[in-house]
């Protein structure tokens, strides 16, 4: 399978890098082919020009490069930490040019796009690890949790996949190498039950 997984935290020595390293790392061992993405040592330019906004519109080949990955793609894995209950900023960007109308998703036909989306990705799973240093409870009862509806219902189910997991490691602040030993082991369990060999 192709997976495509990427990775938005500007810290190379983060623990969301750990995170991603650990799922590249189980992929190529289960014979996976991984376009790999660290947006932030790519230097990713997140702000979409206005020219770029129409469904025909012409892309640069940065971007069609990272659209043809998104749409060959079999399965997705994408790890940001939790940032004021969104993902860092390079990443929104990244949504906003890459998973594009005609594409990631279209309109049926004589819809001008006021009505439901078509998804139209060929993976058919999608993970998401992030992190986090707020208590699940609170995350739950006054947040929300506004990651799990982005990811699960605006992004991915609008383009077709159902099949979505998503596992949240918290506390980052105040946890230690063992906590994070077996937080890494739990990334490796998953990619193995979601992206077999």
């Keep these: 399978m192709k997976i495509l997984l990427i990775i938005a935290h500007p810290n190379p020595d983060s623990?969301?890098?750990?995170?991603?390293?650990?799922?590249?790392?189980?992929l190529i061992n289960n014979g996976h082919t991984v376009w790999y993405h660290d947006l932030y040592h790519e230097k990713f330019d997140p702000i979409l020009p206005a020219c770029e906004i129409s469904r025909d519109a012409a892309i640069d080949d940065t971007i069609s490069a990272y659209c043809m990955e998104l749409t060959s793609a079999d399965g997705i894995i994408i790890v940001h930490p939790n940032?004021?209950?969104?993902?860092?900023?390079?990443?929104?960007?990244?949504?906003?040019?890459?998973?594009?109308?005609?594409?990631?998703?279209?309109?049926?036909?004589?819809?001008?796009?006021?009505?439901?989306?078509?998804?139209?990705?060929?993976?058919?799973?999608?993970?998401v690890f992030n992190t986090s240093n707020t208590l699940k409870e609170r995350e739950d009862n006054v947040f929300g949790d506004p990651l799990k509806s982005l990811w699960k219902d605006c992004i991915f189910g609008l383009c077709g996949i159902t099949d979505f997991y998503r596992q949240i490691f918290r506390v980052i602040v105040t946890s230690d190498q063992n906590i994070r030993s077996?937080?890494?082991?739990?990334?490796?369990?998953?990619?193995?039950?979601?992206?077999?060999?």
Excluded: C, M
């Design 83 to 127: 940032w004021w209950g969104q993902p860092p900023a390079i990443l929104k960007g990244w949504i906003d040019r890459i998973i594009r109308p005609g594409k990631a998703y279209r309109f049926v036909e004589g819809d001008s796009g006021e009505g439901i989306p078509v998804g139209l990705l060929n993976a058919k799973s999608a993970i």
């Design 15 to 26: 623990f969301n890098h750990a995170i991603a390293k650990t799922a590249y790392t189980a």
């Design 182 to 197: 077996g937080w890494l082991s739990e990334v490796t369990d998953l990619v193995n039950k979601v992206f077999p060999k």
